[in-house]
């Protein structure tokens, strides 16, 4: 099992420019979370779904949206990045809300 | 805003010595999950404690929560360099009906051989 998958795994973009991280995990968890991570801030809940077909708002969700494509895919967009997004990105996921969670390997991303 | 404070934010030992990480949070946890992030990886699960008072060891690991579920701690005994990485509380507020981890601000390790 590969677990949790990212790509990619870096990127960098200019101001304005828009794209989407995709987030796979085979464990066949309902629940799954993309974090964004910056130094000294932990990590920061951007969204998250608790099963197939829901999502919802977490702690820093402005400028991004979020599909739950399927029970394995969660993919996130910037449609417009500033350098403000720029962070390391963590896709995660749990069996169920509550339980644990297993993490990807993170996107490293920079706007300049 | 529900916060979760950690101290410290950077502990510097000489290995062999003892290290405690401290967690606070300004409401009631249903919960409380530790992880462990190496430098450049990805944090992984080490535990969840449940119930008020709680006391849970792994080796030389060992992890509270406290009685009023508002406070948590890690202490490791006689660090090892395989111990480097930045510790990470997540709490999951009491009453609450989604599962949003409230994750404190992490302390970093660093074990001098």
């Known amino acids: 099992n590969a677990g949790v998958t990212q790509t990619p795994k870096f990127q960098v973009l200019k101001t304005g420019q828009s794209m989407t991280l995709q987030c796979a995990q085979d464990m066949n968890h309902n629940s799954m979370y993309w974090y964004r991570q910056d130094p000294g801030m932990g990590l920061r809940l951007i969204y998250y779904?608790?099963?197939?077909?829901?999502?919802d708002k977490g702690e820093v969700p402005n400028g991004y949206n979020v599909s739950r494509l399927n029970k394995r895919e969660f993919s996130l967009r910037l449609e417009s990045a500033a350098p403000s997004q720029t962070s390391v990105y963590f896709c995660a996921s749990s069996e169920i809300l509550r339980s644990e969670q297993f993490f990807g390997p993170g996107t490293r991303l920079t706007v300049l | 805003g529900q916060q979760v404070m950690q101290i410290p934010q950077y502990q510097h030992v000489q290995e062999g010595e003892d290290f405690t990480t401290y967690c606070n949070s300004s409401t009631t946890l249903s919960n409380i999950q530790w992880y462990k992030q190496r430098p450049g990886g990805h944090p992984v699960f080490l535990i969840q404690l449940v119930k008020s008072g709680e006391v849970k060891k792994q080796k030389r690991l060992t992890f509270q929560f406290g009685e009023a579920k508002k406070n948590s701690s890690l202490h490791i005994t006689a660090t090892q360099t395989t111990d480097v990485g930045t510790y990470f509380c997540a709490g999951q507020v009491e009453g609450g009906n989604t599962g949003k981890l409230i994750f404190g601000q992490g302390t970093t390790l660093q074990v001098k051989p």
């Open positions: 779904s608790a099963s197939e077909g829901t999502t």
